[in-house]
């Protein structure tokens, strides 16, 4: 395991590519995601989440780093796949909510739906926002994309520890029972109703990362609670 690295990425103090630059400038830039893939595939969950740093991943934790959303597949796998093969010029949220729902919503649920999992998608760490455009699927979603399906399986199950409240979740579940919505309450200044619903997805995304079998994660998520 490169420590550094683990560090760097998980921590979020830095972007991927400002990694790159500052520290593996002197490979390519695909060599550099083979490279970051193969140290979080060969890495086990407690061990990234060692790296984590509690007090700077706490201050990372507001409303726009809190996900909500309905499948963790249309936030992660399929929505690079769907974002690797269109014009990003001519695709919106609303054109990602048609593709994931049923033909009779309206444009204002198609918007919702496809911008709660494009941020998701973001928080993993394959989208990029820009003002000149909604969205688009980034050089590291290009490359997750194109990985076998097990590994792609393995690190996008392992990234959802970048998103600082459920590593800052299982920190706290590492030595003592924990509410998700206390936490929320706590950490942000969001409705007593959309704190249920995004503890509800951090549920999810928990779930998704006890899928790794690692022993040490397994216990802390049993002394997690929802509400």
Same mark, same amino acid.
């Given at each position: ?64 780093? +809190?996900?909500?959303?309905?499948? !963790?597949?249309?936030? %992660?796998?399929?929505? =690079?796949?769907?974002? *690797? @093969? ?82 800052? +979740?299982?920190?706290?579940?590492? !030595?003592?029972?924990? %509410?998700?919505?206390? =936490?929320?309450?706590? *950490? @942000? ?39």
């Amino acid at each position: 395991m490169e420590k550094l690295l683990i560090k760097l990425y998980f921590n979020n103090l830095e972007s991927i590519e400002q990694i790159y630059n500052k520290k593996y400038s002197h490979i390519s830039l695909e060599e550099f995601y083979e490279l970051l893939c193969k140290n979080i595939f060969e890495t086990d969950c407690s061990m990234i989440l060692k790296e984590i740093d509690f007090e700077s991943n706490r201050k990372l934790i507001n409303s726009k780093t +809190i996900p909500q959303f309905s499948q !963790f597949s249309h936030g %992660s796998f399929e929505l =690079i796949k769907i974002l *690797s @093969s269109v014009d990003f010029l001519e695709f919106n949220y609303i054109s990602l909510g048609k593709i994931f729902l049923e033909n009779n919503k309206n444009d204002g649920a198609y918007r919702k739906y496809g911008e709660n999992h494009v941020k998701l998608a973001s928080l993993l760490g394959y989208v990029t926002f820009s003002k000149s455009f909604n969205f688009k699927i980034n050089s590291y979603g290009v490359f997750i994309n194109e990985l076998d399906a097990n590994f792609r399986d393995n690190i996008n199950r392992k990234n959802i520890l970048r998103i600082p409240i459920v590593s800052h +979740i299982l920190k706290e579940a590492s !030595f003592k029972e924990v %509410s998700i919505y206390e =936490i929320l309450k706590k *950490s @942000s200044d969001l409705s007593e109703s959309t704190i249920k619903r995004r503890a509800s997805s951090i549920k999810t995304l928990l779930k998704e990362v006890q899928k790794l079998n690692d022993i040490s994660i397994a216990e802390a998520i049993g002394r997690i609670y929802e509400l």
